[in-house]
C-alpha cells in the first residue's frame, strides 16, 4: 500500500537531520581534541574544565578508542546516516519495513554503546566529557524515535500512539543518568 504525505515521518526526518548535525559536530569536536592530544602530548582538552568535567581523561582512556581507534571517528562516520536518512525522507523517499529495523539495528548499537560510556564515564573514569554528553544527548532520543518509526511501518497499530513518549522517555532517561552520575560523582557539588 503505498504511504501516503500524511503518513510521512516528516517530524522524525526533521529530527534525524538535526540530531546528526549535533551529533556529527561533537563527534568532529571530540576528534579535533584527540589530534590536538596526540600532537602535544603535554597539552588539555578545550573542553577540559574541572577534574570533573573533561574531556582530556576520556579520550586518553582505553575506553576512548575501544576499537583500536578515538571513539569519535564512529561518530564521524556514524552520524552521517540520520542526516541521509531524513534529507531522504524529506525529499519523499520511502523505506521499506526491512530498511526501517536495520537502521534500528544501528540505532540500537549507537545506544547500547552509549548506555556503556556513560557507565565507563561515571563509574570507571570518574569525568563527564561535555561533548561525549552532547552525543548521548542526541542518541537517546534517536534510538526512542527510530523504534517507534519501526514499530510503526511494521503495522503494529499501538505504534502511531508511541510517539508521543519519546520526549518523556528521553526525559526520563536523562533524569536517570544525571541521578546516577549525581549519586557517584557528586556533579551538582562540584559545579
Avoid: K
Avoid at 57 to 78: C, D, K, M, R
Avoid at 156 to 163: C, K, S, V
Wanted: proline share 5%; charged share 10%; aromatic share 16%.
Amino acid at each position: 500500500m503505498p504511504e501516503s504525505r500524511s503518513d510521512r515521518p516528516t517530524v522524525l526526518a526533521v529530527w534525524l537531520v538535526i540530531a546528526g548535525v549535533i551529533g556529527w559536530w561533537a563527534a568532529f569536536s571530540l576528534t579535533m581534541e584527540r589530534f590536538h592530544l596526540l600532537a602535544d602530548p603535554d597539552a588539555t582538552a578545550a573542553c577540559d574544565f574541572s577534574l570533573l568535567v573533561q574531556c582530556t581523561a576520556n579520550l586518553e582512556s582505553a575506553q576512548g578508542s575501544v576499537f583500536g581507534f578515538p571513539n569519535p571517528i564512529l561518530g564521524l562516520t556514524g552520524w552521517a546516516a540520520p542526516i541521509v536518512v531524513g534529507m531522504a525522507i524529506l525529499a519523499g523517499a520511502r523505506f521499506a519495513r526491512w530498511f526501517w529495523w536495520c537502521f534500528w539495528a544501528g540505532t540500537a548499537l549507537a545506544f547500547g554503546f552509549v548506555l556503556w560510556l556513560i557507565g565507563q564515564s561515571v563509574f570507571a573514569l570518574g569525568t563527564l566529557c561535555p561533548w561525549c554528553m552532547v552525543t548521548w544527548a542526541v542518541t537517546i532520543p534517536t534510538f526512542y524515535a527510530v523504534t517507534v518509526q519501526a514499530l510503526r511501518v511494521s503495522g503494529i497499530r499501538w505504534a502511531r500512539r508511541l510517539g508521543p513518549w519519546v520526549p518523556l522517555a528521553t526525559f526520563v532517561t536523562y533524569a536517570a543518568i544525571a541521578l546516577v552520575a549525581q549519586l557517584n560523582l557528586n556533579w551538582l557539588g562540584q559545579l
